[in-house]
């Protein structure tokens, strides 16, 4: 494959991976409702983003790294709504 079409799907896979938690932290803030949002699935995602974060900083991939950080912060923030409006 050439390097232009690695590009487009490692840089397509960094932006879907990275976002994929965006649609239910604005649901869950939205509507204040968390009842249906599971606490493993947070778990995954968040050990998820520390993993890939690690190995992006053990093979120095500042891509990797940039995109893993914000998911941290996407999963983190799905979290801390899931505490605070948890019933």
């Known amino acids: 494959?050439?390097?232009?079409?690695?590009?487009?799907?490692?840089?397509s896979a960094a932006f879907f991976g990275t976002t994929l938690m965006l649609p239910q932290v604005y649901k869950s803030w939205k509507t204040r409702?968390?009842?249906d949002v599971s606490y493993?699935?947070?778990?995954?995602?968040?050990?998820?983003?520390?993993?890939?974060?690690?190995y992006a900083l053990m093979i120095n991939?500042?891509?990797?790294l940039v995109t893993n950080v914000l998911a941290l912060i996407i999963g983190i923030s799905q979290l801390?709504?899931?505490r605070r409006y948890k019933i």
């Open 1 to 11: 494959m050439d390097g232009i079409a690695t590009n487009i799907i490692g840089y």
């Open 33 to 35: 409702r968390v009842e």
């Open 40 to 54: 493993i699935m947070i778990f995954f995602y968040i050990m998820n983003c520390l993993l890939w974060l690690i």
């Open 61 to 64: 991939a500042i891509p990797l």
């Open 80 to 82: 801390a709504i899931k």
